[in-house]
T-cell receptor
């Protein structure tokens, strides 16, 4: 596609429920990143994929968070047993490669998650 | 470890006035520097980046930033702002060796008054 897309754009859920957030990267981009943006704060790195593997999961805040990527394309971020502190905007980005720090990351519009 | 500090959470300016958004960083290794802009209800867009060479970097929409190594700063400037520049601006760094993450500041909300 023309850019990175994410779905849903908004998600409201009840505490304790599981949620899945989807990211479609730019076609041909091998690197994919997930970030979290809490209200009034900068972006926190969560995880990145090179192809289908995830060399760096260091930003995942707890074992309730997981992510997968299939076919070097779509990625899904899953949050199990959601808590109110999980409320944030979840941003996805992709780049053509991840092994060059100069590569530009292109961001999607984000999914706003609200946990009641 | 790296950190990025944006000293102003909000900056209100009048249209056609100049603006400077401040950014300081801390890093024990060499880093590349970036400014991203987030317009209302949109994703982040790269505004400009410093990789090497001239310390004055020009970006889109008339913005520029100057890398100052001794002061570990990368302030963003525009000589005359427009209503359309209303957005949130994020300063970020990425270590030379990083194969993954970018470290972002907390953002500065620029609001333009007519």
């Amino acid at each position: 596609g023309a850019g990175v897309s994410q779905s849903p754009s908004n998600k409201v859920t009840e505490k304790g429920k599981d949620v899945e957030l989807r990211c479609d990267p730019i076609s041909g981009h091998t690197a994919l990143y997930w970030y979290r943006q809490r209200l009034g704060q900068g972006l926190e790195f969560l995880i990145y994929f090179q192809g289908n593997s995830a060399p760096d999961k260091s930003g995942l805040p707890s074992d309730r968070f997981s992510a997968e990527r299939t076919g070097e394309s779509v990625s899904t971020l899953t949050i199990q047993r959601t808590q109110q502190e999980d409320s944030a905007v979840y941003l996805c980005a992709s780049s053509s490669r991840s092994d060059r720090a100069t590569d530009t990351q292109y961001f999607g519009p984000g999914t706003r998650l609200t946990v009641l | 470890a790296q950190s990025v500090t944006q000293l102003d959470s909000q900056v209100p300016v009048f249209e056609e006035a100049p603006v400077e958004l401040r950014c300081n960083y801390s890093s024990s290794v060499s880093v590349y520097l970036f400014w991203y802009v987030q317009y209302p209800n949109q994703g982040l867009q790269l505004l400009l980046k410093y990789l090497s060479g001239s310390t004055l970097v020009k970006g889109i929409n008339g913005f520029e930033a100057e890398f100052n190594k001794s002061q570990t700063s990368f302030h963003l400037r525009k000589p005359s702002v427009h209503i359309s520049d209303t957005a949130e601006y994020f300063c970020a760094v990425r270590p030379y060796s990083s194969a993954s993450k970018i470290i972002f500041g907390s953002g500065t909300r620029l609001s333009i008054r007519p």
